[in-house]
């Protein structure tokens, strides 16, 4: 656990000394969530039905914008090298790195979020379910992701070949997540999706690790 600290600590640090790839992504966040308000006007009926959706969409696609170089840095300075090296077992190294991933987008898209709601008119109780979803959430886009990353390491436009294979196993999450924040707004009872939410994250938390660790020996071949 010591080196599985030392790993979240050091990519925390890094990305403390590029503080501008979070800002694109948060940025990336919130004008791709306000450009909806202000090109569909104040039709309150109608923001309040697709605000789930474009929150969720738009924060699928924000945390896809820093998943190319997740294990890119390491894989061309060497890093990847000893990390294959290293006592501890190379799972715990790859969820390392999708939990410092998280910490620097999944965290801050579910602290916008009920900002961002405001603009769709979604008040109160809303805003929280809105947080509350994307923090159960998130964490399988940032492990899906890094599964994504893993295998299209090394290849030539990775970031469109990361995409076509992250988006595609994200659909799950994303129809959860905003099913919940729709029966929330209604006030029907959204404990089930939640739940859903929560499993799809613990199911990627037990299976997405071992993969990539297998992704990540066969590129530092």
């Not at 696609?61 to 820093?66: D, E, I, K, P, Q």
């Not at 410092?100 to 109160?124: E, M």
């Amino acid at each position: 656990m010591s080196g599985f600290l030392a790993l979240v600590v050091r990519d925390l640090q890094l990305v403390w000394r590029r503080p501008g790839d979070v800002a694109v992504v948060l940025a990336f966040f919130v004008v791709a969530t306000t450009l909806f308000p202000l090109g569909i006007g104040p039709e309150t009926n109608l923001l309040a039905r697709i605000a789930a959706g474009v929150l969720w969409c738009a924060a699928l696609f924000a945390s896809l914008l820093s998943l190319e170089r997740l294990f890119a840095a390491d894989y061309e300075d060497g890093t990847l090298d000893l990390l294959l090296l290293a006592p501890w077992p190379l799972e715990l190294a790859a969820l390392a790195k999708c939990l410092s991933h998280w910490i620097v987008t999944g965290l801050p898209l579910a602290a916008l979020a009920p900002v961002l709601g405001v603009a769709f008119g979604h008040t109160g109780t809303t805003l929280l379910g809105l947080s509350a979803t994307l923090l159960i959430g998130t964490p399988t886009l940032s492990l899906i992701g890094g599964l994504a990353a893993a295998l299209t390491l090394g290849a030539r436009r990775g970031g469109a070949l990361l995409a076509l294979l992250a988006l595609p196993l994200c659909v799950p999450t994303l129809i959860f997540g905003t099913t919940a924040i729709e029966l929330l707004a209604t006030g029907d009872d959204f404990a089930a999706p939640l739940l859903v939410l929560a499993a799809l994250a613990l199911v990627a938390l037990a299976t997405t690790p071992w993969a990539m660790a297998a992704a990540l020996r066969q590129a530092g071949e």
